[in-house]
């Protein structure tokens, strides 16, 4: 079983539109990070969630909104996407109790035309 | 073969040889510390972890190492397997605060 799931892989939508990704980890954790990997690889946190609530944000433009339902889920919705917004989105959680150490999903490939 | 991070992007090493991927880490209220691989087409996966109160932690055929006087962690890989072809990130934490990845060193295994 997959613990950290992320849908979709891989997509490929134009400027301006708007998208989402959802996460989902069935580890149990209580953070939920969302993550940007860009060309170079570099591994950079946008949000992160304990128990539902918003505890990082590291200005993102306010085009990226995360929306984390319970504790298990959280969603990136992305308005009025942009070139430069092409990048990998990694989803991530982990738990005090567990070490806090980070568990990445798969990885969603954004692809901006 | 060595790297040295930034310095050092890319490691290449025979197949069989040990390697040692180099991190310097800036924050030196960090205490915990973890070594990712990443797979091409993957997410990143835990290799190895480290707490600030240990200086060195084994596991199967990695290593760590962790010098708090000059801020810098390595990655000791035995036997370099093709396996081990990836891109590897060191991460820090401070007091369960967010962690820090650094820019990540490619290790290409040649057969």
């Known amino acids: 079983d997959t613990a950290v799931s992320q849908t979709p892989k891989y997509l490929v939508t134009q400027m301006g539109n708007d998208k989402s990704i959802k996460c989902e980890q069935n580890l149990g954790h209580d953070t939920m990070y969302w993550y940007k990997q860009d060309s170079k690889k570099f591994l950079k946190i946008m949000f992160s969630y304990n128990n539902k609530e918003l505890i990082i944000n590291e200005t993102v433009p306010n085009r990226f909104s995360p929306k984390s339902p319970d504790k298990a889920h959280l969603n990136l919705h992305i308005n009025s996407l942009e070139l430069g917004d092409s990048a990998v989105y990694f989803c991530a959680s982990s738990d005090r109790a567990s070490g806090n150490t980070i568990y990445f999903g798969e990885g969603s490939w954004l692809t901006v035309v | 073969g060595e790297s040295v991070g930034l310095h050092l992007p890319t490691l290449s090493v025979q197949e069989g040889d040990n390697s040692i991927i180099n991190c310097a880490y800036s924050?030196?209220?960090?205490?915990?510390f973890i070594w990712y691989k990443q797979e091409s087409g993957k997410g990143p996966q835990f290799i190895i972890d480290i707490r600030s109160n240990m200086d060195k932690r084994q596991g199967q055929r990695v290593t760590v190492l962790l010098n708090k006087t000059v801020k810098h962690l390595s990655l000791q890989i035995a036997a370099t397997q093709p396996g081990d072809s990836a891109v590897y990130f060191c991460?820090?934490?401070?007091?369960?605060?967010?962690?820090?990845f650094g820019s990540g060193t490619k290790l290409n295994v040649k057969p």
């Open positions: 991460a820090e934490n401070e007091n369960f605060n967010k962690f820090y």
């Open positions: 924050n030196s209220a960090s205490d915990y």
